[in-house]
C-alpha cells in the first residue's frame, strides 16, 4: 500500500514535539517579531497569531535577491514553485504540481494589493509577469485553500504583490548582467502634511539567453495619499507593457540540457508574447468607535498577444479584457469576546479572446493539414459578473484558545457572444475534411455558477512565543472562459461545473526577536478537476489528493550570521481513472516534484560588506501521467554580496548558478518528445544604487 502522511499519530507526535524544540532553538525573550500578516484574513494580523499559513517575502529579501524573475523570489515560500519558462513567462505550483491547460491558472489567485491581477474566469498562467515585484514592499504566500476570504481559484494558493511603500526612500539603481542585460530602478517618494505620493518605475532590457530571444519591460507604479474628511484615502496605479521574443522548448532528445552545445538553440525563432496591463485602485478607509470600513473601487485592462509556436499551424492569439470592481468589509467588535467582519465584493468585466493562423499548416501529416485551416479560429466576447458576500466570525475564547468561521457565497455569470459561424467549421462556414476542423465554437449562450465556500479555525496559545493552528476549509474554483467557449474536435457544449477541494491543516508556529518558526502538515482532496480527453473534450471528473509537510525557518544564529530556510515534502496523486483508455489511478501526477528546498546563508562580513549563499533544491519528478519517464531534479547555488560604499552609494554583485550546473527550469513529456526549457550557465550581475 502506497505509503501516506494524512493526519496521524505521526503528524501530531511531530507538531507536539515541534512545539518544544522551538524553544530550546533560541533564547528566552518575550518580545515578539512585529511582523503583520494581510492576505490571509484580508486584515492585519500578527503573524504569530495567524490561523493558518502565509510566508511573508520582506522588502529586505527583495532587495537582497535582485530577482530577473519572480521565481528567484517565490523559492523563499515553502511548497512554492515558480516554473520559470522564456524570458518572463511561467508556470505556478503551490502545494500542488506545476499545472497546465486552459483552466490551470483558476487554481490559484494572484493579486495586487489584494485585488486580483486579472478578472474571474479571465486568468493566464504568465498573468504574474503584470506585477512590479522589482520594487515591490513585501510579497505573501498564503498555501493551500482560501475561498471563504476570495472566492474562486483560491484552490492552491494565493500570492499577494504589495506595492512600493508610500514611504520608501528615494533612489536610483542601474544593474549590467551578461546576454546584454540591462535594468534601472527609480523610486521617488514625498511626503507633505496634505499629500504623500509615489513613483516608482523599472526598465528593463534582456538580449535573451538562446538564439533569437531576449524582452524589453516597462513597469510604473504611482500612488498618492491623503485624507478625504474621516476617510483615509490611497490610490495605486499600476502599469506593465512587455515585448518579449520567446524561445521554445529544446527537443532534441532526452537530457539535452546537458549537452553546452544545446543551450542557446531555438527552433521556434519567430515566436513573441507582447502584454500590456493597467490597473487602478482607491483604497478607503474609515475607523469609527464601533467598527472599521473599507470600500476599495478599481479598474482593470490587459490585453495580450503572442505566436502559438506550441502548436501546430502557429496561430496567434489575442485575448485581453476590461474590469470595473468594488471590494466592501465592515469589520465590527461585538463584544470582549467576539468580533465579525462582513464584506461583499463585485467585478464586473468585458473580455475577448481571437485566434487567427495567418497560412495553411506545413506538416507531413494530411490529417493535420485538413483539420488546421488558415484563418479565424475562434473569435468571441465574453460578459462577465461575479458577486460574492462574506462573514467572518472571530472569537477570543479565552486567553489561550482563539476559533473563527467563515462563510461565503459566490455568482459567476457569464454571457458569451460568437462571432464566427457555429461549429467545427472553417471561418467561411465551409466543412474541413477528416471530419471537420479540430477547433469548435459553441453558440452564443450564457452560464452561471453557485458556489459556497468555508473555513473553520483553532488556535492554542502554549505560551508568549507559541502557538499551535489548525484550520479546514472548502474551496472551489468556477471554470474558466476557455474551458466553456473555446472547444474542439466537435464538443458544441461544455457541461463543466465548478471544481470543488477540501483542505485540514496543522501547525505549530515560534516567534521572538531572534527566531521564526513553523510546521505545518496539510491533507487536500480536489473533485471534479477539469481536464481534457483523448477527444480533446472538456469534461469533469478527475479526482486528486495533495497532502505534505512543510518548514520554514528565520533564524539570527550569531550577531553576523542568519539563515532562512524553506523546506517541503508533499506526494500529489491521481485518486481515480477518468476515462477508461489511461489507466492513472494511484500515480504521482506529473511535474510534481516531492521534496523542495531553499536555504538562505547571510554574513555580515563587515560594518559595510554583506553575503549570501543560497541553495534551491528540486527533486526529481514524473514527466507524464503513466510515470514512464522523469527529470533526475538539481540543485543550483547562486552567491551575492552587497558593499555599502558610503550613506548613498552602495553596489552589488550577483553569480548566480555558481557551480555551472547543467539543468531544467522546467521538463516536460508531449508527443512522444523530450522538451525543456534550459537552466543559465553560470552568469554574473552587478548594480549600483544610489539613495537620496
Known sequence: MRETFKFSILSLALLSCASISFQALSSANDKDIETLITTANRTQTQHLDLIGNANKITKQSIEQSNAEHLNQLLSQASSTWLSRGNGQESLLSVRSPVLTGAGSCAEFLTLENGISLRAPGFCNVNQLFDTHFELADNIEVVKGANSSRYGS??????????????????????????????????LYSQQTEALDTLVGLTLTSDGGFQDSSGYEQQKLSVAASHSLGDWQTTHRVTLTNLEQD???????????????????????????????????AMFNTLST?????????????TDMDFLMHFLPGTPVEENGHSSIGLQLRRA??????????????????????????????????????????????YDYDVDALSFATYAQLDAKITDEHNAFAALRYDNTDYDYQNNLSPGNLKDDGTACGFGGCRYTRPASQSNQFDDISYALGYSYKIDKQTRLFAKHDRSFRAPHTSELYRLQNGQLTSDVKSVKARQTEAGVRYVDKDLFAELSVYHLKKKDGIYQDADRQYLNGLDTEHQGIEFALNRQVTRTISTKLAFSYSEHTYLNNPTNSAQIKGNDIDTAPKLLLNLHI???????????????????????????QSYAGHKIYNLRADWQINPQLSASFAMMNLTDERYAERADFAFGNHRYFVGEPRNMSLKLKYAF
Open 153 to 186: 481559484n483560491a484552490i492552491h494558493g494565493t500570492i499577494n504583490v504589495f506595492s512600493p511603500s508610500l514611504y520608501a526612500t528615494p533612489m536610483v539603481s542601474l544593474e549590467l548582467g551578461e546576454d546584454s542585460f540591462y535594468r534601472v530602478n527609480g
Open 289 to 301: 468607535p464601533n467598527a472599521v470600513w473599507q470600500v476599495n473601487p478599481y479598474l482593470r485592462h
Open 602 to 628: 547571510n554574513w555580515q562580513v563587515t560594518r559595510t560588506i554583506m553575503a549570501q549563499l543560497e541553495r534551491q533544491q528540486i527533486d526529481d519528478y514524473f514527466l507524464d501521467a503513466a510515470n514512464t
Open 332 to 377: 465590527s467588535q461585538l463584544s470582549d469576546m467576539l468580533s465579525l467582519t462582513l464584506g461583499s465584493d463585485i467585478d464586473i468585466t468585458r473580455g475577448f479572446l481571437k485566434q487567427n493562423q495567418a497560412n495553411d499548416t506545413e506538416s507531413n501529416s494530411a490529417f493535420l493539414r485538413g483539420v488546421l485551416p488558415q484563418g479565424k479560429h
Open 246 to 280: 520567446t524561445a521554445g522548448y529544446l527537443q532534441r532528445g532526452e537530457n539535452a540540457y546537458q549537452d553546452k552545445s544545446l543551450l542557446r538553440i531555438n527552433d521556434f525563432p519567430d515566436a513573441y508574447r507582447n502584454s500590456l496591463s493597467m490597473r487602478y
